[in-house]
């Protein structure tokens, strides 16, 4: 079984350019999660879906941040436009509802210059 | 606020010997959910182990066994005949038990390094 699919596995942009990160949950899994994980910290969570709805989203950065998860599959984290601070690994994860386990995909590494 | 402190940023072990990793959170729930995750340079967490907080036994993985204190608020791992593939970075997670938020709550982690 494949697990948890994101692409790309690193980014490199200028400030102020946007950048989308994508995700691709285990198949079957209705519960999707984005982390965000600062340099030599532990994830902290951005937004979380219950199929297509966003059931959490109070630590999302609403000003620049986005994100869509259409028809209940894959997802979408959006970052517009990126700032310095930005940078770290953005980690998706997908469970099956949301009071199981969660299996993580391999993150994609923002570097903003 | 529920929180989790991993106060060991760093920890080596030699292989084959045993390691134990510290963990100390703050919740004022009586029913929750406490984890440790692997994540080695790959960068893709793996769970290592789960414990209830309602069950008084400690939770084992074959060499991965937890030291779980409630009224202390400590849980720690330990890790034992530590082999190669053991070198990676390891978090402390706390999780509700009521609700299916599923949201997980990390410490800051603890690097440890195995010596051959």
């Known amino acids: 079984e494949a697990g948890v699919v994101q692409s790309p596995r690193y980014k490199i942009i200028e400030k102020k350019q946007p950048v989308a990160f994508w995700c691709n949950p285990i198949?079957?899994?209705?519960?999707l999660y984005w982390y965000r994980q600062n340099l030599g910290q532990g994830p902290e969570l951005l937004i979380r879906?219950?199929?297509?709805?966003?059931?959490?989203d109070s630590q999302l950065p609403k000003d620049r941040f986005s994100a869509e998860r259409l028809k209940g599959v894959d997802s979408t984290l959006k970052i517009q436009p990126a700032e310095l601070g930005d940078s770290a690994v953005y980690l998706c994860?997908?469970?099956?509802?949301?009071?199981?386990?969660?299996?993580f995909g391999p993150g994609t590494r923002l570097t903003v210059l | 606020a529920q929180t989790v402190t991993q106060s060991q940023p760093e920890m080596s072990v030699q292989e084959a010997e045993t390691v134990t990793l510290s963990c100390t959170y703050d919740t004022s729930e009586s029913d929750y959910y406490l984890f440790w995750y692997k994540q080695p340079p790959s960068r893709q967490m793996i769970l290592v182990i789960r414990q209830e907080a309602y069950k008084q036994q400690n939770a084992t993985e074959n060499r991965f066994s937890v030291n779980f204190q409630k009224a202390a608020k400590s849980f720690s791992l330990k890790i034992s005949d530590s082999q190669l593939g053991d070198a990676a970075m390891y978090f402390c997670a706390y999780r509700f038990y009521s609700g299916n938020t599923g949201k997980l709550i990390f410490g800051q982690g603890t690097t440890l390094q195995v010596k051959p």
């Open positions: 994860a997908s469970s099956l509802g949301g009071g199981n386990e969660q299996f």
């Open positions: 198949s079957g899994h209705n519960t």
């Open positions: 879906y219950e199929n297509e709805e966003a059931v959490d």
